[in-house]
């Protein structure tokens, strides 16, 4: 015993001798304008020895008796050597801006990086530029600003969904969107509603609130996300404090919406349908001339019935649903705090009214960010953003009840009113029967109901202990609760609710979903100088979804608009309820390590169990190698004033896709609702496959970096190839086994392409500049195996999953045209399109065309004179097709005409032997099944549209100071103004989604705005 506590005294006494040589230097790390720089580097020079600042800037080092100099520099800035002999506080060191534009901070997986360090493909997007748009989500915002990545909206719904691609469709039945991750938080996004014709989780965040967006495309930037990171990761961090005055902002917007695209090819107006009815009837031998075909045409007894007079009512059934929606947004925020305590806090209002008649979106939100430094090595932060949205929405696609068709569909004679201003409907005429044929949208408009409203919280608690100056814990827990409560109403007088006496339907859904993740970072200098250190990171996550719906129909209304519930009704027919859920467990590890910031090597690696696979598969491992040589450090490039940034990397790794198959497929499983003389019965449902697991994919990306003339160009350049395996597909089964299909790992894709980005700044003065922003990309799609290798029809449209094509290759019989002698429809026979048939069923189905872009993109050209900016963004895509999915219908050569109006591409249909034209003859009752699906019906996709472009003027700060304000700026704003480049005869927007469809959806929007931004 005496002993032991003889070797402690000599320790303590030796501990305390080294204490005595030592000594503490204490300090704050600041940019030029006074703001903190947070993880600013401080090493001891000469030693291996140091520590980083802290969120206010702030540090605090123990360094040996002998040392005599601090290095200090931080990500996007220069580095100072700063004296510290006989100095113990070295108070404020202020670190000058670096020249180079690519040392900015990005935000990547678990973290942030210096950009010319990142070894994986990583896109920003800064909330300048997301800020102020007038779109009802931020996903909307991204078009054309990211290579490789297609955005396109299908509907221009208020509220409505918007489809997003990196590099390519990656899966045939699971989902290719990106995964979203929201200040660190696996995010839920995409449609929860049930009964809504398209509604958006995103559109529940105001993207006023956003800092910046990062884009990850590759292995090496996404493959920590494991099993959901097959198509991308998408992250987005929202604002915080920052430590100085306290700063009020506030900015307005209003405007205008009409339809973005105003296409040549439209319906007849009733003299072009007398001219059509009266070809028609002559040329199927029923008249001889026009006389006699327009007494046939309103013969009530032998002929069509239509009022003598119907050339004299024109109705533009497409003025009839359109609307000018207004547009308005309000914004408030408010930031600030001190060296220990920074908050942000906001508040908003969004509103937007349709191009459609019975469409609008209005959102309320607010935020609140508070972060608190408790110590020296203790930081606490908590987030917490709610939203209320109401969205009311019309059908779509081929009911009845879309407006949209309606304007297409409906013959220009009807009417919207009776004479006396009421509305039309189970009229004498019969033009709109009560019970029957294409309904009156003003009717549905007024005594229909289709809303939803979304309630939307988030939030997160997140604590940093700093255990050692280089090695911190985080642990971040954070959650995401949604309730959406959907009423339908359809009235019991006219329509589609008019056979049950009224009908509605209700349904209530709530998600709530929360992840919790813990993780260490050590960040260890290996020499002296701290020019050779690595960083890295190891931590577990776990996850759990739950879902809730809830949904209850009922039919026989009193006869009266004012009851709309159901409580009202007197039959309930619908009563269903169902809680679903799914949870994820991992571990994960990153690594870099750097020499001189010339050499950079990556590593990460994630297992991932998943509760949505089989027993035998349920757990999974997903890695990625990366490297980047920054060529411009090297002693031949440094003193190279022309090269400021010449970067190579390389990245290999593989992720997976757990995301949109199903929460239990795996499982085999029984089913409710087989009932017997009013007894419970139930069956098999599901077969089940415990085998079944993710879907795989394997991506390398080679990249080139370059900066020349101090930043005032730059380019990015990237190739990459990815093979998606153990495609998950519906397998043929013996139908003795009960079942028809059974879901499998089976089949194989490959997406590979290019993306090109530059950047250029042709000219920089005192008074005027101008930059440009150039991005473009191209995608190989092929399916490499299937099952069997057997083609598979495509539930997404008139498509079919072939090995050796590209997956939205169109399946469809080859049109060969208008026979000029006899006006009659062609097709080809066969699939070298030599061999030509005038007959439907001799027509041969080929895989021709692609839905697919060659290249998309987008171009953004800012000019800046003084307070002037004037912003022109303008996205592009070319080399898909687009099908007209309703075309049959309006282009039927006779066999509609009278029940359908037709489009007025009509009036250039074959009349005389030697015409050449692409419309055949027109004959009442159809011309030889011409109307039937074929490529008649494509048309090439291409444009460039407009999409943005905004003239702000900012007042001069010299002005502003007098009146104590920080910044004030007005601006007005075009979006989806003017649409180039489209096929001629195009009846639609070209922007129809990924899938290059039609659906008779809400017409995209083109909106005129002014706004004011104010910051005291």
Do not use: C
Not at 412 to 428: A, F, I, M, V
């Amino acid at each position: 015993m005496r002993k032991f506590l003889l070797t402690v005294g000599i320790f303590i006494l030796l501990f305390g001798e080294v204490l005595a040589q030592n000594r503490t230097i204490t300090g704050t790390v600041k940019d030029a304008n006074g703001a903190p720089v947070p993880s600013a580097s401080v090493i001891v020079k000469g030693l291996t020895k140091g520590t980083s600042s802290s969120s206010d800037g702030s540090f605090k080092i123990i360094v040996p008796a002998s040392a005599k100099s601090l290095v200090i520099s931080g990500i996007g800035f220069g580095s100072v050597t700063v004296n510290i002999e006989g100095n113990s506080d070295l108070g404020t060191i202020t670190l000058q801006a670096s020249n180079k534009n690519l040392d900015e901070v990005v935000v990547v997986a678990y973290g942030a990086s210096k950009k010319t360090n990142i070894t994986g493909s990583v896109a920003t997007v800064s909330g300048v530029q997301l800020a102020d748009k007038p779109f009802s989500s931020v996903d909307k915002t991204l078009q054309g600003s990211v290579a490789g990545m297609q955005v396109s909206s299908t509907s221009g719904a208020p509220g409505s969904a918007t489809s997003i691609v990196i590099r390519g469709i990656g899966s045939i039945t699971a989902s290719s969107s990106p995964l979203w991750v929201i200040d660190g938080v696996i995010a839920t996004t995409g449609d929860l509603t049930v009964n809504t014709t398209s509604a958006n989780v995103l559109s529940t965040i105001n993207p006023d609130d956003i800092e910046s967006i990062s884009v990850l495309k590759d292995a090496a930037s996404t493959s920590v996300y494991g099993s959901r990171a097959a198509n991308g990761v998408i992250l987005v961090t929202t604002k915080k404090g920052k430590a100085g005055k306290t700063h009020l902002n506030f900015s307005t917007e209003i405007g205008q919406n009409s339809n973005a695209y105003s296409p040549t090819n439209k319906p007849l107006t009733s003299v072009q349908s007398q001219t059509v009815l009266r070809e028609s009837l002559i040329n199927a031998g029923y008249a001889t001339d026009d006389a006699s075909a327009d007494a046939l045409i309103t013969d009530p007894v032998n002929g069509l019935g239509i009022l003598s007079n119907y050339t004299s009512v024109n109705t533009n059934w497409l003025d009839v649903v359109t609307q000018k929606g207004n547009q308005s947004q309000y914004n408030l925020s408010l930031n600030g705090g001190n060296d220990k305590t920074q908050f942000y806090a906001s508040a908003g209002y969004f509103n937007q009214i349709g191009t459609t008649i019975a469409t609008d979106f209005k959102r309320w939100n607010g935020s609140i960010s508070v972060t608190h430094k408790a110590s020296d090595r203790v930081t606490f932060s908590a987030s917490l953003n709610g939203s209320s949205t109401y969205q009311h929405t019309p059908s779509n696609g081929g009911t009845f009840a879309n407006p949209v068709l309606a304007s297409f569909f409906l013959l220009p004679w009807y009417t919207p009113y009776n004479t006396d201003g009421s509305l039309r409907y189970n009229d004498d005429l019969g033009e709109f029967p009560a019970n029957g044929g294409l309904f009156n949208p003003v009717v549905q408009a007024a005594y229909n109901k289709n809303n939803t409203r979304q309630t939307s919280v988030r939030g997160n608690v997140a604590g940093e202990l700093k255990i050692l100056q280089n090695l911190k814990f985080t642990s971040r827990y954070a959650a995401e609760y949604f309730d959406v409560s959907e009423d339908q109403y359809r009235n019991p007088f006219y329509g589609d609710g008019y056979a049950a006496g009224g009908d509605a339907y209700s349904a209530y859904t709530r998600v709530f979903d929360w992840t919790w993740t813990n993780f260490l970072d050590l960040k260890q200098n290996i020499n002296r100088n701290g020019d050779f250190y690595f960083d890295f990171k190891l931590g577990y996550e776990a996850q759990q979804y739950n879902y809730y719906t809830l949904q209850a129909g009922g039919q026989a209304f009193p006869k009266t608009l004012s009851l709309q519930y159901l409580a009202s009704t007197a039959t309930p027919t619908t009563a269903y309820a169902l809680p679903s859920g799914t949870a994820t467990t991992s571990e994960f590890a990153i690594g870099d390590i750097n020499y001189k910031d010339k050499y950079v090597l990556s590593g990460s690696f994630r297992r991932d169990g998943s509760s949505v696979f089989g027993a035998n598969h349920r757990y999974g491992n997903f890695y990625s190698v990366g490297g980047t040589w920054n060529v411009n450090e090297e002693n031949f490039l440094k003193d190279v004033s022309l090269v400021s940034l010449l970067k190579l990397r390389a990245s290999y790794g593989e992720n997976g896709n757990s995301l949109g198959f199903g929460f239990y497929t795996p499982l085999a499983t029984y089913g409710y609702g087989n009932n017997y003389t009013g007894l419970p019965g139930s069956g098999p449902n599901n077969v089940g496959n415990s085998n079944l697991t993710w879907e795989k994919n394997k991506v390398a990306n080679i990249g080139l970096d370059l900066g020349l003339l101090k930043d005032r160009i730059t380019a990015t350049i990237e190739y990459y190839h990815r093979t998606t395996s153990d495609l998950l597909l519906a397998v043929p089964l013996s139908l003795t086994s009960g079942f028809s299909t059974q879901n499998q790992n089976v089949g194989s894709m490959v997406n590979k392409g290019f993306e090109f980005t530059l950047g250029l700044k042709p000219i920089v003065t005192k008074d005027f500049s101008w930059s440009i922003s150039f991005n473009i990309a191209h995608n190989i799609n092929r399916v490499t195996a299937l099952y069997l290798n057997n083609p598979i029809p495509s539930a997404q449209g008139n498509f079919e999953y072939a090995v050796g094509h590209d997956l939205l290759t169109y399946y469809l019989r080859q049109w060969a045209g208008v026979d000029p002698a006899t006006g009659a429809p062609q097709w080809y026979a066969d699939s070298s399109l030599k061999t030509i048939t005038g007959t439907y069923g001799g027509a041969k189905q080929v895989l021709r065309y692609s839905a697919s872009p060659k290249v998309y993109g987008g171009l953004t050209n800012t000019f800046t004179y003084k307070g002037l900016t004037l912003d022109v963004q303008f996205n592009y895509n070319y080399g898909n097709y687009v099908y007209d999915t309703w075309g049959s219908y309006l282009n039927s050569e006779g066999l509609y005409l009278g029940s359908f109006n037709q489009m007025n591409n009509e009036l250039k249909a074959w009349k005389n032997p030697g015409d050449k034209t692409n419309v055949p003859q027109i004959i009442f009752g159809g011309n030889n099944n011409s109307y039937r699906g074929s490529t008649r019906y494509l048309y090439k996709g291409d444009y460039i549209r407009l999409r943005n472009i905004q003239l702000s003027y900012s007042l001069p700060q010299a002005l502003l100071k007098k009146v104590h304000i920080n910044n004030l700026s007005l601006y007005v704003r075009g979006t989806n103004l003017l649409t180039f480049g489209t096929a001629k005869d195009l009846p639609y927007d070209p922007e129809s989604g990924i899938y290059s469809r039609t659906n008779l959806e809400v017409f995209i929007p083109k909106t005129i705005t002014g706004g004011i931004k104010i910051g005291l």
